[in-house]
């Protein structure tokens, strides 16, 4: 029996076919057992676990953390590869914050002080702190009384708050802080500027304070520089000083009762800035990639936004807001209306057995 030139070319090509159905992982070669036992059906399941286990495993090694992704970025733009629009954005908005924590860390206590405000105040959705509820009017001094009505900013809000609750502090020795060092070394460096030095003192927004004034806010001043519990020189702590009555230029007087939110918002800020100051000191001592991954750290922190104290869990079967449905099956109720009676669940052996029948 011959074979004419079409069926041989068939037959060539249902080889080429068979040869590579065969060196395809799929094709099983030999007979196929038209029944899978249990045992077959349980170490498939348990290779299939294996296999994708395996998988796992590799593909989570492959997994970046955010801070590797930006430095393979960094790497990238510097090589002169071309980088996706949003890991672009993304490495801008750390160099910006990266480069804005470095300029913040080198800055004077005073003005790091209100800087570290500014963020604190960004960090809880750039609102401001909640304003207090005002106190009873007290007697005008001639400072406040002369002292134009302006809206307080939040930082002078918060000046303000911290001032009273130092003096409330300082009120059972407030001779003894009248006479601290700090004012002290404050009004001999005026005396200095005054016969010629070159001592750098700026000039006192108190100007037309009288001994009385000068000598209370000398005393504010003092618990002010021993909350911050700040080792300053001469020229500091006049700096110091010209900021902090800057601050109180249009500050209210700092004798009224702090209310239990003005110390709160205070606390709060406080325990923001002692954090921000401690990281600050840590990283100095870090080697630079050490330094630079803190701050990433604290980058991601910031940026995520933050978890409400509110639960949103429903509780089974509430209907509309993606709670979980109740399957729990209803008490059992005996009933005089047959129609209003409830019978009893089966058990779950029951339930099986009437699926077997």
């Not at 509820?133 to 001639?142: E, K, Y």
């Not at 005396?191 to 006192?204: F, L, M, N, Y």
């Not at 002692?274 to 701050?295: G, V």
């Not at 099956?329 to 209003?340: F, G, I, L, N, T």
Request: one cysteine or more.
């Amino acid at each position: 029996m011959t074979m004419d030139g079409k069926t041989k070319s068939c037959l060539s090509a249902l080889v080429v076919l068979l040869g590579a159905a065969i060196q395809a992982d799929g094709f099983v070669v030999g007979p196929v057992a038209p029944v899978r036992t249990a045992g077959s059906s349980s170490s498939l399941t348990k290779a299939s676990l294996g296999t994708s286990s395996r998988w796992a495993t590799s593909s989570s090694k492959l997994q970046s953390s955010p801070y590797e992704e930006y430095m393979r970025t960094r790497q990238q733009k510097e090589s002169g590869m071309a980088v996706s629009p949003e890991a672009e954005e993304k490495a801008s908005m750390f160099d910006s914050y990266q480069a804005s924590r470095n300029e913040q860390a080198a800055m004077p206590p005073a003005e790091k002080e209100k800087s570290l405000f500014e963020s604190y105040m960004a960090s809880r959705g750039g609102g401001a702190a909640p304003a207090p509820a005002p106190a009873a009017p007290s007697a005008p001094t001639p400072a406040a009384s002369s002292s134009p009505s302006t809206e307080l900013s939040p930082y002078e809000e918060y000046m303000q708050s911290r001032n009273k609750i130092k003096a409330a502090e300082a009120a059972t020795t407030f001779e003894e802080k009248t006479k601290a060092s700090a004012y002290e070394e404050y009004m001999a460096a005026r005396r200095a500027k005054e016969s010629g030095s070159d001592v750098p003192v700026a000039d006192c927004v108190e100007e037309e304070c009288s001994a009385e004034e000068v000598e209370q806010e000398a005393g504010l001043f003092a618990s002010y520089m021993a909350g911050i519990k700040v080792e300053a020189t001469t020229e500091e702590q006049v700096s110091y000083y010209d900021s902090h009555m800057a601050s109180r230029k249009h500050v209210k007087d700092a004798n009224a009762d702090v209310t239990p939110q003005e110390a709160e918002n205070v606390s709060l800020f406080d325990s923001y800035m002692a954090s921000r100051n401690a990281a600050d000191a840590a990283r100095k001592t870090m080697p630079p990639a050490e330094a630079q991954k803190a701050l990433f750290d604290d980058f991601q922190k910031e940026s995520s936004p933050t978890p409400t104290t509110t639960s949103s869990k429903t509780p089974p079967g509430h209907k509309g807001t993606g709670g979980m449905a109740d399957t729990r099956d209803p008490a059992p109720v005996k009933h005089e209306d047959p129609r209003k009676s409830i019978p009893a669940a089966p058990s779950f052996a029951e339930y099986l057995k009437s699926k077997r029948n």
